[in-house]
């Protein structure tokens, strides 16, 4: 079952505390079309599929939840409960987040782009993204 938007909010003001999401803005992203989550409450990823592709918008763990592979079986669990037309997965993260890199790294996703400036803290200069992506193979159903 999917948490309520309060939930999720109130775990990614915790993880995001520079840019949260409201309660509201996540009850619009679950109700859009193409809406695609997986996890629970203290750790989840949040993504919508367009067409044959899917974006992962976001992907939260909850501080005291970290390094117990729960980002990881999140992940798994939303490539593997797309639908059957999706071909690839793609997000973008921060040049300098060591963490994320590395679990998307170790998930088989790699860097296909960069998006210079893209994440602007309001402090410093603007961070580079990189955009990740990985391709899901052909399933075939018996
Ligand atoms: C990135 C994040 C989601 C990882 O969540 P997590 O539940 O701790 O991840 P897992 O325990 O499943 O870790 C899986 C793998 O990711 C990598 N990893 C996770 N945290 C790491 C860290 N701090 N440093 C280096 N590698 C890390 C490791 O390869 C890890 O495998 P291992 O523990 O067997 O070495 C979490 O740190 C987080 O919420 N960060 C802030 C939000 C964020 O950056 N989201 C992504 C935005 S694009």
Redesign the pocket.
């Known amino acids: 079952m999917i948490p309520s938007p309060a939930a999720l909010a109130q775990t990614h003001a915790e993880?995001?505390p520079h840019r949260p999401w409201s309660a509201a803005e996540f009850a619009d992203l679950l109700a859009a079309g193409g809406a695609h989550f997986a996890g629970d409450a203290q750790?989840f990823v949040l993504g919508r599929v367009v067409l044959d592709e899917a974006e992962i918008l976001?992907?939260?763990?909850h501080p005291s939840?970290?390094?117990?592979?729960?980002?990881?079986?999140a992940l798994e669990t939303f490539e593997s409960s797309l639908p059957d037309t999706v071909k690839a997965i793609f997000?973008?993260?921060?040049e300098d987040?060591?963490?994320?890199i590395?679990?998307y790294r170790?998930q088989g996703f790699a860097e296909v782009g960069r998006r210079p400036g893209y994440y602007n803290s309001g402090c410093g200069p603007a961070k580079t993204a990189l955009i990740f992506s990985k391709s899901i193979p052909e399933r075939t159903s018996f």
Request: hydrophobic fraction near 50%.
């Open positions: 993880v995001f750790t976001t992907v939260a763990s939840m970290r390094r117990k592979g729960h980002a990881r079986q997000l973008e993260v921060a987040n060591i963490a994320a590395s679990l170790t």
